[in-house]
């Protein structure tokens, strides 16, 4: 019987999101008693990873690729045999390409996850009669086009917010310094109220379901549907991805 791999998380980006992953793994694995859950090392080093919308956006030259490897070799040393990084911008090509590749040219037999791919695999499985999906999620993840450039690939018609929503009420949601939800952790009831007038401006475009392009979404916004919108969480599709490639018996049934 092959041995259970231990799980990692590259858990600063940001810390709560990382959290909120290691929670969601705990809650979709198969155990009734403390000794039967996995092993998961989360390693939270937030002061050493560039703000990845920051980069993207042209407002600092530093690659949060490298910070990124380094901590997945940080995990890989400590015992870890699959990871993930629960942030969807880092996901950018840009950024996750070139961690693929210092990962290749150093050897490494860590099998690093892709969240992006991993929810749009997840769709298109579970939800084969959407046909049209919007996303919320930063700007920086919002410029590249990361969900968009993939699920349009596989059949989907994707619907992003216009520009002024995105700036007046997307991004500040999760980055506002007194409201936002890495300020605080927490959805406040401005930051809530941001993303459901957002969601509404997707409705009113035709979305079928919601992708929470951003993995603070997930802390404001927990209903699994919003009026007729499916509600979709890439953190806890993530979280069974993960689980799946430690010891796929523990997986819970998608309910």
Same mark, same amino acid.
């Given at each position: 019987?092959?041995?259970?791999?231990?799980?990692? !998380?590259?858990?600063? *980006?940001?810390?709560? *999101?990382?959290?909120? %992953?290691?929670?969601?793994? =705990?809650?979709?694995?198969? @155990?009734?008693?403390?000794?039967?859950?996995?092993?998961?090392?989360?390693?939270?080093?937030?002061?050493?990873?560039?703000?990845?919308?920051?980069? %993207?956006?042209?407002?600092?030259?530093?690659?949060?690729?490298?910070?990124?490897?380094?901590?997945?070799?940080?995990? #890989?040393? @400590?015992?870890? *045999?699959?990871?993930? !990084? &629960?942030?969807?911008?880092?996901?950018?090509?840009?950024?996750?390409?070139?961690? =693929? *590749?210092?990962? $290749?040219?150093?050897?490494?037999?860590?099998?690093?996850?892709?969240?992006?791919?991993?929810?749009?695999?997840?769709?298109?499985?579970?939800?084969?009669?959407? $046909?049209?999906?919007?996303?919320?999620?930063?700007?920086?993840?919002?410029?590249?086009?990361?969900?968009?450039?993939? %699920?349009?690939?596989?059949?989907?018609?994707?619907?992003?917010?216009?520009?002024?929503?995105? $700036?007046? @009420?997307?991004?500040? @949601?999760?980055?506002?310094?007194?409201?936002?939800?890495?300020?605080?952790? $927490?959805?406040?009831?401005?930051?809530?109220?941001?993303?459901?007038?957002?969601?509404?401006? %997707?409705?009113?475009?035709?979305?079928?379901? !919601?992708?929470?392009?951003?993995?603070?979404? &997930?802390?404001?916004?927990? #209903?699994?549907?919003?009026?007729?919108?499916?509600?979709?969480?890439?953190?806890?599709? =993530?979280?069974?991805?993960?689980?799946?490639?430690?010891? &796929?018996?523990? =997986?819970?049934?998608?309910?």
């Amino acid at each position: 019987m092959e041995a259970e791999k231990i799980i990692g !998380i590259v858990g600063g *980006a940001g810390p709560f *999101a990382g959290l909120d %992953l290691q929670t969601k793994i =705990l809650n979709q694995t198969d @155990a009734t008693q403390d000794q039967e859950h996995l092993t998961i090392i989360n390693l939270s080093q937030p002061n050493q990873l560039t703000d990845r919308t920051a980069f %993207l956006l042209g407002e600092t030259a530093v690659n949060p690729a490298q910070a990124i490897f380094q901590q997945l070799q940080l995990l #890989e040393r @400590a015992g870890t *045999a699959v990871a993930a !990084i &629960p942030c969807n911008t880092a996901h950018a090509p840009v950024i996750f390409d070139v961690v =693929l *590749a210092q990962l $290749k040219a150093a050897g490494s037999r860590l099998t690093f996850l892709n969240m992006v791919y991993e929810t749009a695999q997840y769709i298109h499985q579970h939800h084969p009669g959407i $046909k049209r999906i919007g996303v919320l999620s930063t700007t920086g993840t919002y410029r590249v086009r990361i969900y968009p450039d993939l %699920l349009e690939t596989i059949g989907f018609e994707v619907l992003v917010p216009d520009e002024v929503v995105q $700036k007046t @009420a997307v991004q500040p @949601a999760i980055y506002h310094p007194q409201h936002g939800i890495k300020a605080c952790g $927490k959805a406040t009831p401005q930051s809530r109220n941001w993303l459901l007038q957002s969601i509404h401006h %997707l409705q009113q475009q035709g979305a079928e379901a !919601i992708i929470l392009g951003c993995t603070e979404l &997930p802390l404001a916004i927990t #209903e699994n549907r919003i009026e007729t919108m499916q509600v979709i969480d890439p953190t806890t599709i =993530l979280a069974r991805a993960l689980i799946r490639e430690a010891n &796929p018996a523990k =997986l819970r049934p998608l309910l």
